[in-house]
C-alpha cells in the first residue's frame, strides 16, 4: 500500500521559501509514476501546483511557475516543493499525491496533507 | 487553461435520495476526467477515472458518465458517509491540471 506523508515548517514569513517534504513508503519513486503537489486555501478549492517524474521531468502551473521547484531525490524516496516569495495568499493545506502508471495526470493517492500559514 | 465548472456549489438531501452532480469543461476533453470526494479535515479521495471506471473498493452506489465536455457523478442512494465534498479534475490539457470548483453535498 503506497503512502505518502508531508513535512514542513507550519508557518513561514511573507517574501520567504515554502519548502515541503513527500516522503513515500510503499513504492519507489525511482520504479516510476508521477508525483504531485496540489494546495487547498481555507474553506477553498483544489489547485494543483506542479507534477515530477521519477527521472525529474516535471510539469508546473503556469500561474506558479516564476515561483516553484520540484525535485526528486530517490535515495531518500521522496520528492520536494519549494514556492519562493511567499504571500499570505499562499496560506492553504498542501497536499503530496501520486499520478498513476501510463502517464495520466489524475491522482490515485494522496498524503494528509499539511498546512501552511503565511504570516509574520 | 481548461476551466472546469460545476454545479451546483451545494446542496442539501436526505439519506437514499439518488443525487447527481454536473461537471462541464470549457473545452473537449474526451473522456479525461476524475471525480474525487473530499470530508472535512481531509483529503480528497478517487471515486473514478475516465469518466466512468470506478476506482478500486469504490462503492458501486457511485457512477459517472460523460464524455466531451458534460459530465455527471451520480450517486444512486445516498448514505450517510457520502456527505462531502465532490470534485471533478481535468487531465486531457496541461499544464495546468485543473479542478472543478466543488459541490458540497449536505444533509437535509
Known amino acids: 500500500q503506497v503512502q505518502l506523508q508531508e513535512s514542513g515548517p507550519g508557518l513561514v514569513k511573507p517574501s520567504e521559501t515554502l519548502s515541503l517534504t513527500c516522503a513515500v513508503s510503499g513504492y519507489s519513486i525511482s520504479s516510476g509514476y508521477y508525483w504531485g503537489w496540489i494546495r487547498q486555501p481555507p474553506g477553498k478549492g483544489l489547485e494543483w501546483i506542479g507534477s515530477?517524474?521519477?527521472?525529474?521531468?516535471?510539469y508546473y502551473n503556469p500561474s506558479l511557475k516564476s515561483r516553484v521547484t520540484i525535485s526528486v531525490d530517490t535515495s531518500k524516496n521522496q520528492f520536494s516543493l519549494k514556492l519562493s516569495s511567499v504571500t499570505a495568499a499562499d496560506t492553504a493545506v498542501y497536499y503530496c499525491?501520486?499520478?498513476?502508471?501510463?502517464?495520466?495526470?489524475?491522482?490515485?493517492?494522496w498524503g494528509q496533507g499539511t498546512l501552511v500559514t503565511v504570516s509574520s | 487553461a481548461i476551466r472546469m465548472t460545476q454545479s451546483p456549489s451545494s446542496f442539501s438531501a436526505s439519506t437514499g435520495d439518488r443525487v447527481t452532480i454536473t461537471c462541464r469543461a470549457s473545452q473537449g476533453i474526451s473522456s479525461y476526467l476524475a471525480w474525487y470526494q473530499q470530508k472535512p479535515g481531509k483529503a480528497p479521495k478517487l471515486l473514478i477515472y475516465?469518466?466512468?471506471t470506478l476506482q478500486s473498493g469504490v462503492p458501486s452506489r457511485f457512477s459517472g458518465s460523460g464524455s466531451g465536455t458534460d459530465f455527471t457523478l451520480t450517486i444512486s442512494c445516498l448514505q450517510s458517509e457520502d456527505f462531502a465534498t465532490y470534485y471533478c479534475q481535468q487531465y486531457y490539457s496541461y499544464p495546468p491540471l485543473t479542478f472543478g470548483g466543488g459541490t458540497k453535498v449536505e444533509i437535509k
Open positions: 515530477i517524474y521519477h527521472s525529474g521531468s516535471t
Open positions: 475516465a469518466a466512468s
Open positions: 499525491a501520486r499520478h498513476p502508471i501510463g502517464g495520466v495526470l489524475y491522482f490515485d493517492y
